[in-house]
């Protein structure tokens, strides 16, 4: 998984971008937020190291800069949203282990990972109350928890709905995500005349197809290595590469 | 080529989130049960063919999210059932008063005349029954076309019915007047 030329390329970019050159170069040292260009555009489409994975995710998104910016810490976020008898947390509770449960850490109530998705969930329902809770976003709560900190996956999170996914994604009308599968259908209108034509012989609703695609941020749909990358570019580019690969996979079909 | 079947029939799976709708459509399609199921997103589907009456029936059964929010995409599904599976859990009154509301979703949104079938899931927990037997009787009793029929989610042949009975049933009805038009 650890290409060392790909690393090396990484570390030159952060230590050229980085205008101290005294001692050993650390992540705190590295800004919040990397500066957009071609070569960094580069960098994240030829993958990102797997061991610089949290720190730069927290970069390319904007996540640092939220947790940075906050007011309201994460641990104040958890306190105020630990009443167990709201209707997100009990629909939060129902799904805890029906998100990954061939993975040993969301397998059962005692799994490692069931107590840091049950107050990651309940914190944004709270932080977010036209959202509460929407089925999908526990799959990529889950996923970033397999990889980053508790906190820093919470704000990957807020970053993914307030900046990464247009307005009203998971709210309760959904009406981001239906109008992102309309999009869609359009591109496929023009990009895939003939998946258009199938699709219309027999009377396909797209959404049947792509809906979790979109919900999920492919974390739903595709093995764990592909998603890695997937999300290497998701969070330095957004919702446009969801669309790209959505064209990309019904291609290859 | 000789048509795989001799009637196709889309079936519906409606209730509230977690009342075990992807476990009845595992259990059914694939004939087999475990406790890891991942809630559903929007919408899915499973087939299998089964043999009533000597007729080869397709059925093409449909999974749908649970969760309110789901419901504006789920309703577009309505229409083309021919069948819609009412699907609560015993153990959950909640997800028993909703049946109303799912009722009403059906009326907005499905064709007229469609078969339903109420369905109490989850037999197996007796006693954490929530949800008197009698009491869907009677609440649905108005509604003579449909049948209840408990399910046990985990298996079959300890005293419930597996949901293969239960759907068997609801497509004869479907078949015989089928046949008829």
Request: aromatic fraction near 8%; include cysteine; glycine fraction near 6%.
């Amino acid at each position: 998984m650890e290409d060392a030329p790909q690393r090396l390329r990484w570390q030159a970019h952060l230590e050229f971008t980085h205008n101290h050159d005294v001692g050993d170069l650390t992540w705190d040292k590295i800004a919040v937020s990397l500066p957009r260009s071609e070569k960094l555009r580069s960098l994240v489409l030829a993958g990102i190291p797997h061991g610089m994975r949290p720190q730069l995710w927290m970069r390319l998104s904007g996540a640092l800069q939220k947790k940075r910016n906050s007011e309201l810490s994460y641990r104040e976020i958890v306190k105020n949203s630990s009443n167990d008898e709201t209707i997100a947390a009990k629909q939060i509770e129902k799904d805890l282990l029906r998100t990954m449960p061939s993975n040993a850490c969301f397998a059962s109530m005692g799994s490692i990972g069931v107590p840091r998705l049950r107050r990651v969930l309940r914190a944004l329902a709270w932080l977010y109350p036209e959202i509460g809770y929407c089925q999908g976003t526990g799959m990529v709560a889950a996923c970033l928890l397999l990889f980053l900190e508790e906190e820093d996956a919470f704000w990957m999170m807020s970053a993914i709905i307030e900046d990464l996914l247009p307005a009203s994604y998971f709210s309760t009308t959904l009406l981001g995500v239906q109008t992102d599968q309309r999009v869609l259908r359009h591109l496929i209108v023009q990009y895939l005349p003939r998946l258009d034509k199938l699709l219309q012989e027999h009377d396909i609703e797209l959404s049947l197809i792509t809906l979790h695609w979109f919900l999920t941020a492919f974390a739903s749909v595709v093995d764990i290595k592909l998603l890695l990358r997937i999300w290497d570019l998701f969070f330095y580019e957004g919702s446009r590469v969801l669309f790209q690969l959505t064209l990309g996979m019904l291609h290859l079909k | 080529m000789a048509k795989a079947y001799d009637h196709l029939f889309k079936l519906l799976l409606i209730g509230d989130s977690g009342v075990g709708k992807t476990c009845l459509i595992i259990r059914f399609a694939e004939d087999n049960f475990n406790n890891t199921y991942i809630s559903t997103i929007g919408i899915d589907f499973k087939i299998r063919t089964v043999d009533i009456e000597g007729k080869k029936i397709k059925l093409q059964v449909w999974d749908t999210a649970g969760q309110e929010r789901f419901k504006t995409i789920t309703t577009a599904y309505y229409r083309g059932a021919m069948g819609i599976i009412l699907v609560y859990d015993i153990t959950d009154e909640k997800s028993f008063e909703n049946i109303q509301n799912w009722m009403k979703s059906i009326k907005e949104n499905a064709s007229a005349g469609v078969e339903r079938l109420l369905l109490g899931n989850k037999c197996d927990m007796e006693a954490k029954r929530k949800v008197q037997k009698e009491q869907a009787d009677k609440a649905f009793s108005s509604l003579a076309r449909d049948i209840l029929l408990k399910s046990g989610g985990r298996r079959s042949g300890n005293g419930n019915k597996p949901p293969s009975t239960d759907l068997k049933t609801c497509d004869k009805k479907n078949t015989n007047k089928c046949s008829l038009g």
